[in-house]
Every structure is written in C-alpha cells, then in structure tokens.
C-alpha cells in the first residue's frame, strides 16, 4: 500500500529541487469550443493554440519555459488569494489581495452573437448564432483600495520557434501587433503599453472602482473590444452562453452536482464547434512518467475517445452534440476497405504524422515533445464496437437512424467480422508486437451485437440474424480464451495479466452482472492492479507496451472500477472510491489522464475528455442505484 498525499502539498512534493513548472494540477482551462487556454495561478496565460485546438501555440511556455506566456494580474504578486470558475461558465475569476488593496480579474475566450449563417453550427440547439470571437478577453476590476496591474504579454509563434515582432499602431500605446510565422495577433488595452523586445509590457494603478482590461484577437475580421465596458460585455456573453449550454443539460439534484456540472463544461470546452469532434485532452506532451517520454499529442478525435463521450453526455440530455457528431462520423472519409481510422484531426484530417520537437525542454524536462500522434495509422479493434454502440444510443434516444449514417454501420459490422480474430495494438495504443487484447474482441462482440441490433429496427431480420451469429461466435472465443484459469478475464489470450480495460465487460454487460467471472474480474483489478485504491490500466513492469518508465494511475479507469463495483451491487465501495477519487481533483475540479498516488501530483494531458467523460458515467450509475434503492 503507499500512502496518498494531501494534494494541497502538490506543490512542495514535485521533488527536492523546485520546479519553474507550475504543477499540472495548477492549471485553469478555459475555452471558446475552437481552442483553448491554460492560466497557471499566478495568472500567466502558459498554453494557448491559435485559431484552433491542434494550431501551432503561440503561448507555450507549458512545454518550455521561452515557448511565450501573457501574465495580467497585480505586480509583484504570484499568489492569488482565491480561484474559481464564474459559476456554470468557462470564465475564470482570481481574486488577488495585495498590502494596499484588492482586485478581481476575469479571463475568457469569448463567444459572441455574429448573427451570420456560416459561422452557425447547422446542429446546434437551440439555434444559435453564438460563436467565438476568436479572442482571449482578461479584465479587472479594483475592489477596495489601490491596487497597480500590469501586463507582460511575451507570444512566441510556432511552438517557441519564432519570436514576436511587435508594433504599435500608428503610435497608439493602447493597440499592438504581433507577428511571426504567418501569423498576426492584435493586442487592446487601455492600460498605456510599450514594447521591450519580443513583449509588450504595460502597468497602471487602480483606485476602488476602476476597471482596466486587455483583449488579444487573432481574426481581423473581428475587432478586439473598443474599450473596457465592451469587454466587460463581451465576457458578460460568454458567461451567459455557457449558463444557457448547461441550463440545456439534465444534472441530478445530488452532492455531485459541482463535479458533474464542471466535467460537463470540460467536454463541452474539448468539442470543436464547427464539426462536432472532441479532442482527447487540450494539450501535448504533458508527461505520463515524470520527466519520461511517455508524451503524447492528444489535440485529436479518437473514435473510442469521442464515442464514449457522446454516452456520457447522453446521459445528461445533451443529444444534440450527438447529432452533431454523427454528422462529423458521416463526413469523414473511410479507408478503401471501409474501415475508419482510429483518430482524426478535428476536421476530418487523416494524416497525424508524428514529428518531435527537439528545440523544446518539454515539462519539467520531459522529452520528447512531440506534435502529431504516431498511432493515427494503428489497427485497434475496438473502435468498431465503440462506433456502433454510440450509433445504436443515439437511435434509441433520437428515435431515428440518420440515412447517411447507415452506410457506416454495414461498414462498421464488416469490419468487425473480418478483423475480430486478428491481434491489435489494444485500447492503450501499445506500440509493442499485437496481441489478442481482450477488450478489442470485447469490443467486437459490442460491434456485432449494436449492429444486429440496429439491423433489426431498421426491419431487415436476415442480416440481424447474420450479424447476432457472429457476436455469439466471438463470446464464445472470449470465454474460451480469455478467461484465466482462476476465473478472472485477461489482458490477452497469451498472459494472465491483469488490464483495467477488462472492465468494459461489466460496463457494457457482457455477462449478467451477477457471474462470477465478472465479479472475479473486478475483485482481481480492485486488488492487485491499483496502488492505494487506485487503478493502474496494467502493469507496465508485467507488460511491455514498448516504453520505458512507470506511469501513474489512470484516471478513466479507477472510474470504470467504480462503476463497475455498482454494477455489481458493491455500491458502498463504489461510492467511497467515488468520494476519494473526488478530492483527488484539482482545486478547480479539474483531472488529467493520471494520478501519482506517492506525491498526489496529476500526470499526463490535461483537462482529458476519459477522465471527466468517465466520472460523468460513474456518478451516474450510483445515482440510479442510489434511486432504485429509495424505490425498494
Ligand atoms: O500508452 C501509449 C499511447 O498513449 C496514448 O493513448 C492514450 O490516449 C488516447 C487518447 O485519450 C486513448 O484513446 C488511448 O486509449 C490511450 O492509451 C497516445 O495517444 C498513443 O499514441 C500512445 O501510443
């Protein structure tokens, strides 16, 4: 057993030499469903891609400390007194207390009405013509006293590579450009600003009362404010489009309204507006292995990362991103043999080759960073079934099957029966030799049954008949073959080691709930894969996943295991591994991909769709048992 720190000691356990990087966990995210923004509590701006989530960053000093940051906030002050989102929103409030008096600054990338068709999501509900405004918004206001703010805004284009050229407009100190690598972003403040090499610097006192604020904007087609009531307002919008996006959304009345609420807004921040794709998590290379090289670009949409969000905002009533979804899944481009890749770029891209950049430190030293994803190209056989099931939800709930969308379903289920018996690279994107992942023919059966399923609404018994033959095969081959001898499902057909991922078959009900095989699963996880009640997705000193070093505990799946203690009756269990794996989150209510149980840090990419998407899924699954049990 290891002992579980106090989170709020993160800071003074990230090793015995202080770290300039702020801990992952430090982090506020803040979005416009384009790209978003990480503002480290110090108030500096350290990751920010423009104009969308997988551009180049212009604000990288998340991944070197040179690679550009835009601090607004009191000077000479790196602690602000208290943090929070303005409630229901995606707007960041700090309030600063300083010897002489106190601020309140508010930071958002915006939304604004456009009122013009082509900037209208077609899905969207309800009808909408709110839409970025492609532009980072930061305002403050003196609260008592006398307060002096300032600005350093330092970009740096292309991940770090190319310095700001700055210019003030026609010797106006309120309004500046930035240049480099193609790029242009426009400076607005009304604080009076001047240039000192690749930043822009600009500092005022406040009185009680006085306000001030400055706007970075990156289409010339949308101005940045005109002065601070604009901004002011423009903010003012944004919040009111996100209360109105979660006033939309089914939240039980229960003590996990704040963590479902904010993991909603989470999801909603990782979606891309215009096509509906969710990227995995907003960042890159934020190291699973402290200073290790298991460093991965997740600015992309994975189908199995996308398809289990969609359920999970089912869930909350949330149909129309779904809709919005299946649009993208009918628009993207099929290999030649039907089959869909296992992730795209957010608009359909295919190709993610993999590049490293070696002119980066990385976080905290850790190398590589690397921009693209090399498992773009990967065969993983569980994509079939995680397509298919949320194809099949949606149906249910919409009470129709798209035309465009039946054309991927036969493809879908043809893939599946033809692959199924073949090894894959598995859920975790393993880049050793393939094996014969459990999860992935688990997945199939999932493939095989929603599609038989579906063929059946649609009235077509023959081939729902085909289809349902070829599930029952490949559950016969699972528990033939993938069941260790003490009863416990395996990670694949060639070891007895153990795989979080295995819980997917208590998850999507693979066998009733009460078999022994299942209960022996989730015991076998619950004591031998977690490291102080947490999961670990296996053991990397068991498995040879291709990669040195030992990650923490991952996030999705110590929620899968608490969800699937409800499944099977455990629900004390289930809601006690919930309460801890709540107060694991960041003071923000943020989560990473993982979790380092011996100093409480956050590893990996963050904020990441699984963890929030699964804690969605958990919650859920309590409460409805929380509710039978009233009922009975
Ligand atoms: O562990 C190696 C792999 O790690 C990443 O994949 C993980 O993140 C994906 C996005 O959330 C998720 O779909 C997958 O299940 C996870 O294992 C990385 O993207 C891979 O390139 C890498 O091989």
Redesign the pocket.
């Known amino acids: 057993m290891t002992a579980i720190a106090d989170p709020k000691e993160v800071a003074v356990l990230s090793g015995a030499r202080r770290s300039p990087f702020p801990p992952i966990a430090d982090y506020a995210f803040i979005s416009n469903c384009h790209t978003g923004a990480l503002i480290a509590s110090d108030g500096s701006i350290d990751w920010l891609c423009v104009p969308n989530f997988d551009s180049p960053s212009v604000f990288g000093s998340l991944l070197d400390r040179e690679a550009g940051s835009f601090r607004f906030g009191p000077y000479g002050i790196d602690h602000p007194t208290a943090r929070a989102y303005v409630p229901g929103t995606n707007v960041m409030q700090t309030t600063w207390r300083t010897p002489s008096g106190w601020v309140v600054v508010r930071d958002a990338l915006t939304m604004g009405h456009h009122g013009t068709e082509d900037l209208v999501t077609p899905h969207t509900r309800p009808p909408s013509d709110v839409d970025a405004d492609h532009m980072l918004v930061r305002t403050v206001r003196c609260m008592e006293g006398r307060v002096e703010v300032e600005l350093i805004c330092e970009p740096a284009f292309d991940y770090g590579r190319t310095p700001a050229q700055w210019e003030l407009l026609d010797g106006d100190r309120h309004t500046a450009d930035a240049t480099g690598a193609d790029q242009r972003i426009r400076l607005r403040s009304d604080l009076a600003m001047g240039i000192e090499g690749n930043r822009i610097r600009g500092r005022q006192v406040l009185t009680a009362g006085d306000t001030a604020y400055c706007a970075l904007s990156w289409t010339k087609e949308l101005p940045p404010p005109a002065d601070a009531a604009d901004a002011f307002g423009r903010i003012a919008t944004t919040e009111a489009f996100w209360r109105d996006w979660l006033a939309g959304a089914r939240i039980p009345d229960h003590r996990w309204r704040d963590p479902l609420q904010r993991s909603a807004l989470v999801v909603k921040g990782l979606t891309y507006m215009p096509t509906g794709a969710t990227v ?1 998590a907003l960042t890159t290379s934020l190291p699973e292995t402290p200073h290790g090289e ?1 460093n ?1 670009d ?1 600015r992309y949409t ?1 189908m ?2 996308s398809t289990f969000t969609l359920q999970a905002l089912h869930w909350l009533n949330l149909d129309w991103e779904a809709d919005e979804f299946m649009q993208f899944l009918a628009d993207l481009e099929p290999d030649t043999d039907g089959s869909l890749q296992i992730m795209y770029g957010i608009n359909g891209r295919r190709d993610l080759t993999e590049t490293i950049r070696e002119d980066l430190s990385g976080y905290d030293g850790a190398k590589p960073v690397r921009i693209g ?3 773009f190209d990967q065969r993983q056989n569980d994509v079939y079934g995680a397509v298919l099931d949320s194809i099949l939800l949606h149906t249910r709930r919409s009470q129709r099957l798209p035309r465009r969308v039946w054309p991927i379903v036969i493809s879908q289920a043809e893939g599946a029966a033809k692959v199924w018996q073949n090894p894959d690279q598995g ?5 050793g030799a393939p094996q014969h992942y459990v999860s992935s023919k688990l997945m199939c059966w999932i493939a095989m049954d929603r599609a038989a399923k579906l063929a059946h609404m649609r009235g077509d018994p023959e081939l729902a008949a085909k289809w349902h033959g070829v599930a029952t095969e490949i559950h016969a081959d699972i528990l033939a073959n993938g069941v260790s001898q003490r009863g416990v499902l395996r990670q694949h057909y060639g070891t007895d080691a153990l795989d979080a991922s295995t819980l997917l078959a208590v998850l999507f009900g693979f066998l009733p709930h009460h078999d022994e095989r299942l209960r022996n699963t989730v015991n076998a996880i619950a004591e031998e894969l977690t490291e102080d009640g947490f999961v670990l997705r296996y053991r990397t000193d068991e498995t040879d ?1 291709g ?1 040195s070093g030992k990650e923490g505990t991952f996030l999705i799946c110590s929620f899968w295991l608490v969800n699937a203690l409800a499944v099977v009756g455990e629900i004390p269990r289930a809601r006690d591994m919930m309460e801890r794996l709540l107060r694991i989150a960041s003071p923000l209510g943020l989560y990473a991909e993982e979790y380092e149980v011996q100093t409480g840090r956050h590893l990996g990419n963050v904020p990441q769709a ?1 963890s929030h998407l699964a804690l969605i899924q958990a919650a859920a699954r309590i409460i409805l048992a929380e509710r039978l049990e009233e009922l009975s």
């Open positions: 995995a298991r991965w997740y994975w199995r990362d994803n090399g498992a859920i975790w994107e393993a880049r996943d990669m699984f």
